[in-house]
Protein backbone atom coordinates (compact mmCIF):
# COMPACT_ATOMS: atom_id res chain seq x y z
CA UNK A 1 0.00 0.00 0.00
CA UNK A 2 1.05 3.59 -0.53
CA UNK A 3 1.51 6.77 2.02
CA UNK A 4 1.17 10.05 1.63
CA UNK A 5 3.82 12.17 3.39
CA UNK A 6 3.03 16.02 3.77
CA UNK A 7 5.18 18.71 5.48
CA UNK A 8 3.23 21.79 4.88
CA UNK A 9 5.48 24.69 3.80
CA UNK A 10 5.52 28.11 5.57
CA UNK A 11 4.61 27.27 8.73
CA UNK A 12 8.07 26.60 10.33
CA UNK A 13 7.85 22.96 10.84
CA UNK A 14 10.84 21.61 12.95
CA UNK A 15 11.56 18.87 11.05
CA UNK A 16 10.98 19.95 6.91
CA UNK A 17 10.46 23.38 7.18
CA UNK A 18 14.03 24.30 5.94
CA UNK A 19 15.42 22.83 3.21
CA UNK A 20 15.04 18.71 2.48
CA UNK A 21 15.27 18.42 5.86
CA UNK A 22 12.53 15.83 6.03
CA UNK A 23 14.54 13.64 3.57
CA UNK A 24 15.49 11.24 6.23
CA UNK A 25 12.66 10.59 7.80
CA UNK A 26 10.58 10.10 4.01
CA UNK A 27 13.32 7.51 3.62
CA UNK A 28 12.30 6.05 6.66
CA UNK A 29 8.63 6.15 5.51
CA UNK A 30 9.47 5.05 2.37
CA UNK A 31 10.71 1.54 3.73
CA UNK A 32 7.45 0.18 5.09
CA UNK A 33 5.07 1.12 2.07
CA UNK A 34 5.31 0.26 -1.71
CA UNK A 35 4.80 4.20 -2.83
CA UNK A 36 5.40 7.50 -0.95
CA UNK A 37 3.30 10.41 -1.96
CA UNK A 38 5.23 13.60 -0.91
CA UNK A 39 5.47 17.20 -2.12
CA UNK A 40 8.35 18.84 -3.41
CA UNK A 41 8.71 20.62 -0.27
CA UNK A 42 9.38 17.59 1.75
CA UNK A 43 12.97 16.86 -0.56
CA UNK A 44 13.88 19.79 -1.99
CA UNK A 45 17.53 21.30 -0.95
CA UNK A 46 18.59 23.89 -3.45
CA UNK A 47 21.12 21.66 -5.43
CA UNK A 48 20.28 18.64 -3.33
CA UNK A 49 17.10 15.75 -3.69
CA UNK A 50 17.59 12.79 -2.22
CA UNK A 51 14.30 11.81 -2.43
CA UNK A 52 13.61 7.80 -2.01
CA UNK A 53 13.65 5.17 -5.00
CA UNK A 54 9.87 5.23 -4.15
CA UNK A 55 8.71 8.36 -4.08
CA UNK A 56 5.87 9.94 -6.09
CA UNK A 57 6.98 14.07 -6.27
CA UNK A 58 3.42 15.49 -6.18
CA UNK A 59 2.86 19.75 -6.25
CA UNK A 60 0.43 20.53 -3.30
CA UNK A 61 -2.92 21.49 -5.20
CA UNK A 62 -2.58 18.33 -7.46
CA UNK A 63 -2.17 16.38 -4.47
CA UNK A 64 -5.24 17.87 -2.67
CA UNK A 65 -7.38 16.84 -5.88
CA UNK A 66 -5.72 13.16 -5.16
CA UNK A 67 -6.91 12.91 -1.70
CA UNK A 68 -10.32 14.17 -2.63
CA UNK A 69 -10.15 11.34 -5.37
CA UNK A 70 -10.74 14.17 -7.74
CA UNK A 71 -7.75 12.84 -10.36
CA UNK A 72 -5.51 9.70 -10.27
CA UNK A 73 -1.58 9.67 -10.34
CA UNK A 74 -0.39 8.98 -13.29
CA UNK A 75 3.19 7.28 -13.04
CA UNK A 76 6.04 8.11 -15.67
CA UNK A 77 9.05 7.55 -16.99
CA UNK A 78 10.18 11.15 -17.49
CA UNK A 79 8.65 14.45 -18.39
CA UNK A 80 9.45 16.96 -20.82
CA UNK A 81 10.13 19.89 -18.48
CA UNK A 82 9.40 23.60 -19.43
CA UNK A 83 12.19 25.62 -17.69
CA UNK A 84 10.62 29.62 -17.26
CA UNK A 85 12.42 32.25 -15.67
CA UNK A 86 12.58 35.70 -15.67
CA UNK A 87 15.25 35.94 -18.06
CA UNK A 88 17.86 33.14 -19.20
CA UNK A 89 20.93 34.13 -17.79
CA UNK A 90 24.15 32.58 -18.93
CA UNK A 91 24.16 31.33 -15.39
CA UNK A 92 20.98 29.70 -15.55
CA UNK A 93 21.22 28.06 -18.96
CA UNK A 94 24.85 26.50 -17.28
CA UNK A 95 22.65 25.07 -14.55
CA UNK A 96 20.07 23.76 -16.19
CA UNK A 97 22.82 22.12 -18.88
CA UNK A 98 24.47 21.10 -15.61
CA UNK A 99 21.34 18.97 -15.01
CA UNK A 100 20.39 18.15 -18.46
CA UNK A 101 23.94 16.13 -18.18
CA UNK A 102 23.68 14.49 -15.14
CA UNK A 103 19.80 13.27 -14.34
CA UNK A 104 19.63 12.60 -18.43
CA UNK A 105 16.48 15.08 -18.08
CA UNK A 106 14.70 16.69 -21.26
CA UNK A 107 14.25 20.09 -20.69
CA UNK A 108 13.99 23.34 -22.66
CA UNK A 109 13.94 27.04 -21.52
CA UNK A 110 11.23 29.84 -21.88
CA UNK A 111 11.46 33.83 -20.87
CA UNK A 112 8.39 35.46 -19.47
CA UNK A 113 7.38 37.67 -21.51
CA UNK A 114 5.99 39.94 -18.51
CA UNK A 115 8.59 39.20 -15.70
CA UNK A 116 6.93 37.76 -12.07
CA UNK A 117 7.68 39.99 -9.35
CA UNK A 118 7.35 37.56 -6.06
CA UNK A 119 8.43 39.36 -2.29
CA UNK A 120 7.86 37.20 0.29
CA UNK A 121 7.54 37.74 4.36
CA UNK A 122 6.24 36.33 7.46
CA UNK A 123 2.99 37.29 9.25
CA UNK A 124 1.38 35.75 12.27
CA UNK A 125 3.72 32.79 12.33
CA UNK A 126 2.93 31.81 8.64
CA UNK A 127 4.86 32.84 5.12
CA UNK A 128 3.05 35.00 2.95
CA UNK A 129 3.44 37.58 0.34
CA UNK A 130 2.67 38.79 -3.05
CA UNK A 131 3.02 38.36 -6.70
CA UNK A 132 2.71 40.72 -9.72
CA UNK A 133 2.43 39.04 -13.28
CA UNK A 134 0.85 35.75 -12.24
CA UNK A 135 -1.56 35.87 -15.02
CA UNK A 136 0.20 36.84 -17.97
CA UNK A 137 2.65 33.81 -16.90
CA UNK A 138 -0.40 31.67 -16.74
CA UNK A 139 -1.66 33.03 -19.69
CA UNK A 140 1.91 31.89 -21.79
CA UNK A 141 2.24 28.72 -20.72
CA UNK A 142 -1.58 27.60 -21.98
CA UNK A 143 -0.62 29.64 -24.84
CA UNK A 144 2.66 26.93 -24.94
CA UNK A 145 2.41 23.56 -25.79
CA UNK A 146 5.15 20.69 -26.14
CA UNK A 147 5.37 20.10 -22.51
CA UNK A 148 4.81 17.86 -19.31
CA UNK A 149 6.10 19.86 -16.25
CA UNK A 150 6.92 23.12 -15.10
CA UNK A 151 10.20 24.22 -13.31
CA UNK A 152 9.52 27.75 -12.36
CA UNK A 153 12.56 29.70 -11.27
CA UNK A 154 12.10 33.46 -10.64
CA UNK A 155 13.60 35.64 -7.49
CA UNK A 156 11.83 36.41 -4.36
CA UNK A 157 11.97 39.55 -2.78
CA UNK A 158 13.19 38.98 0.91
CA UNK A 159 14.29 41.92 3.57
CA UNK A 160 17.84 41.74 4.21
CA UNK A 161 16.85 41.44 7.90
CA UNK A 162 14.53 38.85 7.61
CA UNK A 163 16.90 36.59 5.58
CA UNK A 164 19.54 37.17 8.39
CA UNK A 165 16.76 36.52 11.37
CA UNK A 166 15.61 32.78 9.32
CA UNK A 167 19.02 31.93 8.80
CA UNK A 168 20.56 33.34 12.17
CA UNK A 169 17.57 31.36 14.07
CA UNK A 170 18.33 27.91 15.76
CA UNK A 171 14.46 27.23 16.67
CA UNK A 172 11.11 26.78 14.54
CA UNK A 173 11.68 29.26 12.20
CA UNK A 174 9.32 30.00 9.42
CA UNK A 175 10.87 30.40 5.79
CA UNK A 176 10.19 33.23 4.15
CA UNK A 177 10.07 32.32 1.25
CA UNK A 178 7.75 29.41 1.44
CA UNK A 179 4.47 30.90 1.51
CA UNK A 180 4.52 32.83 -1.86
CA UNK A 181 6.16 29.52 -3.50
CA UNK A 182 3.48 27.66 -2.66
CA UNK A 183 0.75 29.70 -3.48
CA UNK A 184 2.46 30.39 -7.11
CA UNK A 185 3.22 26.57 -7.77
CA UNK A 186 -0.56 26.14 -6.92
CA UNK A 187 -2.43 28.87 -8.82
CA UNK A 188 -0.08 27.66 -12.21
CA UNK A 189 -0.55 23.61 -11.30
CA UNK A 190 -4.49 24.45 -11.30
CA UNK A 191 -4.68 26.65 -14.25
CA UNK A 192 -2.30 24.26 -16.27
CA UNK A 193 -3.32 20.92 -14.46
CA UNK A 194 0.95 19.62 -15.17
CA UNK A 195 3.16 19.21 -12.63
CA UNK A 196 4.91 22.60 -10.92
CA UNK A 197 7.91 23.55 -8.55
CA UNK A 198 9.34 26.66 -8.05
CA UNK A 199 12.82 27.33 -6.74
CA UNK A 200 14.25 31.15 -6.15
CA UNK A 201 16.61 32.19 -8.52
CA UNK A 202 18.78 34.12 -5.68
CA UNK A 203 17.91 37.73 -4.84
CA UNK A 204 21.02 39.54 -6.50
CA UNK A 205 19.70 43.57 -6.02
CA UNK A 206 22.24 45.29 -4.14
CA UNK A 207 20.38 45.35 -0.80
CA UNK A 208 20.04 41.48 -0.25
CA UNK A 209 23.09 40.46 -2.02
CA UNK A 210 25.90 42.15 0.36
CA UNK A 211 23.70 40.28 3.52
CA UNK A 212 24.14 36.89 1.95
CA UNK A 213 27.61 37.13 0.77
CA UNK A 214 28.47 38.18 4.55
CA UNK A 215 26.20 35.47 5.88
CA UNK A 216 27.40 33.04 3.07
CA UNK A 217 31.51 33.41 4.01
CA UNK A 218 31.58 34.03 7.49
CA UNK A 219 28.70 31.86 9.48
CA UNK A 220 27.92 28.56 10.00
CA UNK A 221 24.28 28.33 9.77
CA UNK A 222 21.23 25.73 11.85
CA UNK A 223 22.29 22.68 9.89
CA UNK A 224 18.87 22.12 8.41
CA UNK A 225 19.24 25.10 6.15
CA UNK A 226 22.83 24.87 5.55
CA UNK A 227 21.99 23.25 1.61
CA UNK A 228 20.17 26.58 1.06
CA UNK A 229 23.82 28.59 2.27
CA UNK A 230 25.89 25.74 0.41
CA UNK A 231 23.93 26.52 -3.39
CA UNK A 232 24.65 29.16 -5.53
CA UNK A 233 21.36 28.17 -7.66
CA UNK A 234 18.34 26.33 -6.17
CA UNK A 235 16.93 24.65 -9.33
CA UNK A 236 18.59 20.94 -9.72
CA UNK A 237 16.43 19.48 -6.48
CA UNK A 238 13.10 20.48 -8.73
CA UNK A 239 14.51 19.40 -12.10
CA UNK A 240 15.35 15.78 -10.45
CA UNK A 241 12.01 16.02 -8.64
CA UNK A 242 10.02 16.96 -12.02
CA UNK A 243 12.09 14.52 -14.05
CA UNK A 244 9.28 11.47 -13.22
CA UNK A 245 6.86 13.75 -11.23
CA UNK A 246 3.31 11.48 -12.15
CA UNK A 247 0.75 13.83 -14.09
CA UNK A 248 -2.70 13.92 -12.97
CA UNK A 249 -5.01 11.39 -15.48
CA UNK A 250 -8.35 9.84 -15.21
CA UNK A 251 -6.63 6.82 -14.54
CA UNK A 252 -3.12 5.47 -12.58
CA UNK A 253 -2.81 5.25 -8.65
CA UNK A 254 -5.26 6.27 -6.93
CA UNK A 255 -6.23 7.45 -3.58
CA UNK A 256 -7.94 4.28 -2.28
CA UNK A 257 -4.82 2.44 -2.60
CA UNK A 258 -3.48 5.61 0.18
CA UNK A 259 -3.01 3.14 3.63
CA UNK A 260 -2.42 6.26 5.65
CA UNK A 261 -1.57 10.01 5.39
CA UNK A 262 1.69 11.00 7.67
CA UNK A 263 1.90 14.98 9.08
CA UNK A 264 3.29 16.80 11.78
CA UNK A 265 1.58 18.05 14.73
CA UNK A 266 0.05 21.12 15.31
CA UNK A 267 -1.56 21.73 11.37
CA UNK A 268 -4.91 20.68 9.83
CA UNK A 269 -5.42 21.87 5.95
CA UNK A 270 -7.29 20.30 2.92
CA UNK A 271 -4.89 16.83 2.72
CA UNK A 272 -6.31 16.28 6.43
CA UNK A 273 -9.69 17.15 5.42
CA UNK A 274 -9.76 14.88 2.61
CA UNK A 275 -8.52 11.98 4.40
CA UNK A 276 -10.59 11.93 7.27
CA UNK A 277 -13.72 12.25 4.88
CA UNK A 278 -12.33 9.12 2.79
CA UNK A 279 -11.59 7.36 6.31
CA UNK A 280 -7.94 7.35 5.54
CA UNK A 281 -6.12 7.11 8.74
CA UNK A 282 -4.06 10.45 9.57
CA UNK A 283 -1.33 9.97 11.73
CA UNK A 284 -0.04 12.92 13.22
CA UNK A 285 3.94 13.30 14.72
CA UNK A 286 3.94 15.35 17.64
CA UNK A 287 8.12 15.70 17.72
CA UNK A 288 7.50 17.46 14.15
CA UNK A 289 6.13 20.78 16.16
CA UNK A 290 4.99 23.97 13.94
CA UNK A 291 4.60 27.50 14.77
CA UNK A 292 0.93 27.34 14.73
CA UNK A 293 -1.24 26.72 17.84
CA UNK A 294 -3.56 23.74 16.31
CA UNK A 295 -5.20 21.86 19.09
CA UNK A 296 -5.18 18.03 18.54
CA UNK A 297 -7.51 16.30 16.70
CA UNK A 298 -9.92 14.26 17.86
CA UNK A 299 -9.60 11.53 14.82
CA UNK A 300 -5.50 11.79 14.27
CA UNK A 301 -3.81 8.74 15.44
CA UNK A 302 -0.61 10.44 17.17
CA UNK A 303 2.57 9.60 18.02
CA UNK A 304 5.45 10.49 19.28
CA UNK A 305 7.93 10.82 16.32
CA UNK A 306 8.89 9.09 12.72
CA UNK A 307 10.35 6.36 14.67
CA UNK A 308 6.57 5.49 15.89
CA UNK A 309 5.04 6.31 12.84
CA UNK A 310 7.32 3.75 10.90
CA UNK A 311 6.19 1.10 13.50
CA UNK A 312 2.54 2.02 13.35
CA UNK A 313 2.46 1.68 9.21
CA UNK A 314 4.48 -1.86 9.38
CA UNK A 315 1.52 -2.85 11.82
CA UNK A 316 -0.71 -1.63 9.38
CA UNK A 317 1.18 -3.62 6.80
CA UNK A 318 1.08 -7.11 8.50
CA UNK A 319 -2.19 -6.82 9.51
CA UNK A 320 -1.37 -6.15 13.44
CA UNK A 321 -3.06 -4.68 16.27
CA UNK A 322 -0.31 -2.24 17.47
CA UNK A 323 -1.83 -2.40 20.77
CA UNK A 324 -0.54 -6.23 20.54
CA UNK A 325 3.30 -5.27 20.43
CA UNK A 326 3.41 -3.20 23.74
CA UNK A 327 2.85 -4.42 27.24
CA UNK A 328 0.70 -4.56 28.54
CA UNK A 329 -1.62 -5.81 26.16
CA UNK A 330 -5.52 -4.43 26.76
CA UNK A 331 -7.67 -6.84 28.19
CA UNK A 332 -10.79 -9.05 26.20
CA UNK A 333 -13.83 -7.44 27.21
CA UNK A 334 -16.20 -10.52 27.68
CA UNK A 335 -20.27 -9.23 26.56
Not at 38 to 56: F, K, Q, T
Not at 159 to 173: A, I, K, M, N, Q
Request: glycine fraction near 6%; charge should be negative.
Amino acid sequence: MNVVFIIPTGIGCSIGGHAGDATPAAKLIASVCDKIILHPNVVNASDINEMPENALYVEGSILDRFLFGMTRLQQVQSNKILVVVNKATPALVNAVNAARSTIGIQATMMALDTPLAMSGWVEDDRATGEVTGLRAAIDQLQDTEGYDAVALITPIRVHPDTVLEYFRSTGCSVNPWGGIEAFVSRSIADAISKPVAHAPEEDSSAEVAPALAKLLYNEVVDRRKAAEVSAEFYIHCILKGLHRAPRPSSWGISRESVMCLVTPSMCFGRPHEACLSAGIPVIAVRENITALRVEEHPDFLYVENYLEAAGLIACMNAGVNPQMVRSPAPVTKRG
